[in-house]
T-cell receptor, first 110, second 114 residues
Framework: DAKTTQPTSMDCAEGRAANLPCNHS???????VYWYRQIHSQGPQYIIH???NNETNEMASLIITEDRKSSTLILPHATLRDTAVYYC???????????FGDGTTLTVKP | EPEVTQTPSHQVTQMGQEVILRCVPI?????FYWYRQILGQKVEFLVS????????KSEIFDDQFSVERPDGSNFTLKIRSTKLEDSAMYFC????????????FGNGTRLTVT
């Protein structure tokens, strides 16, 4: 599975949009981009995923570049409860080869 | 919204003892997983399970570990003889499909081996 690169940490003001980048330059055509987050030591929480097209759900939007080598997770109106570690994972299937890296620690500040 | 549930939330055991961690995946999901996270470290894949068989396992998942789906709803992880280094959060997950389907995680069991 393709490797991903994310910034170690980011800050965001409460109420503003949080834009979390992920680089996956070695992504292959069959690999999906998934975003999860982990708050404290809770289980990772699924946020959104996509293959080629941009996606939006009630939690976030996912923007995937045309060449699919990078993506951005957008939390449109960040709240204090969005403070978490955000993981970008690229894989073709869930069989287990995908790994959680260090992710991006997002801190939403009042 | 359906969710993955895990019991117990915290398990304390002595080194060398057997433990069984339990999970109830989402009911229409077909693929099941165990991950673990040692304090301060990354979330690590242990094993995936489909159609009553292990699909893949990591090098962490040695002979001390086993998984079972004893009935139509439960999915268990057994550690036969616990070691101090098995202390970690253990997360169960399930997915509807193998491809293009996200993992849904439970909130974990904190295993402490003394």
């Amino acid at each position: 599975d393709a490797k991903t690169t994310q910034p170690t940490s980011m800050d965001c003001a409460e109420g503003r949009a949080a834009n979390l980048p992920c680089n996956h330059s070695t992504i292959s055509g069959n690999e999906y981009v998934y975003w999860y987050r982990q708050i404290h030591s809770q289980g990772p929480q699924y946020i959104i995923h996509g293959l080629k097209n941009n996606e939006t759900n009630e939690m976030a939007s996912l923007i995937i570049t045309e060449d699919r080598k990078s993506s951005t997770l957008i939390l449109p109106h960040a709240t204090l409860r969005d403070t978490a570690v955000y993981y970008c994972i690229v894989n073709e299937n869930n069989a287990g080869k995908s790994t959680f890296g260090d992710g991006t620690t997002l801190t939403v500040k009042p | 919204e359906p969710e993955v549930t895990q019991t117990p939330s915290h398990q304390v055991t002595q080194m060398g003892q057997e433990v069984i961690l339990r999970c109830v995946p989402i009911s229409n999901h077909l693929y099941f997983y165990w991950y673990r996270q040692i304090l301060g470290q990354k979330v690590e894949f242990l094993v995936s399970f489909y159609n009553n068989e292990i699909s893949e396992k990591s090098e962490i998942f040695d002979d001390q570990f086993s998984v079972e789906r004893p009935d139509g709803s439960n999915f268990t992880l057994k550690i036969r003889s616990t070691k101090l280094e098995d202390s970690a959060m253990y997360f169960c997950a399930s997915s509807e499909r193998l491809v293009g389907s996200p993992l849904h995680f439970g909130n974990g069991t904190r295993l402490t081996v003394t």
